[in-house]
T-cell receptor
């Protein structure tokens, strides 16, 4: 299994509070991704990173920011959480070669509830 | 833009039944195609993939063939087991773009 951990695994917070989710990898992969999973929507890409300090927006980036100061860590921040951000969040990584970049390896997920 | 459409579930089958989950795609160029599986309480795992037309991906008894003429990548298994109960996602990648996923199909296999 790819070495990907996410923390916390579960979180309950209140509307309007900031929340940071952490993804940590031990594979030294170049690409890292944040997705959210919601019933009826499958997985939707929030943001991704193609290197240290290099990030780009995905399909549903509004209300989220990311940072990557080290290869192994990719942080997802909800500046002011809303109930619509209640979801399961998955981190994923991929190597960065043209072919291998397309195979992504997923973390165990973080279940976030915003009250 | 790129998109994936897969059959809606849930799909309920008896053990040893034949499984087909349909997946069609829209993409420019020559995408790679994937099936991922998500077991209860876990993240997604790559099940199989195909990177060019007519390629067949296979793993754990599952197969899918990349059909460019019908823009399809249907997942099949000849004899399902209870342990195959999971959510299955079809996905595509256009090379320099991140993966685009279908909405997922939940499979329940009963003994």
């Amino acid at each position: 299994d790819a070495g990907i951990t996410q923390s916390p695994r579960h979180k309950v917070t209140e509307t309007g509070t900031p929340v940071t989710l952490r993804c940590h990898q031990t594979e030294n992969h170049r690409y890292m991704y944040w997705y959210r999973q919601d019933p009826g929507h499958g997985l939707r890409l929030i943001h991704y990173s193609y290197g240290v300090k290099d990030t780009d927006k995905g399909e549903v980036s509004d209300g989220y920011s990311v940072s990557r100061s080290k290869t192994e860590d990719f942080l997802l921040t909800l500046e002011s959480a809303t109930s619509s951000q209640t979801s399961v969040y998955f981190c994923a990584i991929s190597k960065g070669d043209r072919q291998d970049r397309e195979t992504q390896y997923f973390g165990p997920g973080t279940r976030l509830l915003v009250l | 833009g790129n998109s994936v459409t897969q059959m809606e579930g849930p799909v309920t089958l008896s053990e040893e039944a034949f499984l087909t989950i349909n997946c069609t795609y829209t993409a420019t160029g020559y995408p790679s195609l994937f099936w991922y599986v998500q077991y209860p309480g876990e993240g997604l795992q790559l099940l199989l993939k195909a990177t060019k037309a007519d390629d067949k991906g296979s793993n754990k008894g599952f197969e899918a063939t990349y059909r460019k003429e019908t823009t399809s990548f249907h997942l099949e298994k000849g004899s399902v087991q209870v342990s195959d109960s999971a959510v299955y996602f079809c996905a595509l990648s256009g090379g320099n773009t991140p993966l685009v996923f279908g909405k997922g199909t939940r499979l329940s296999v009963i003994a």
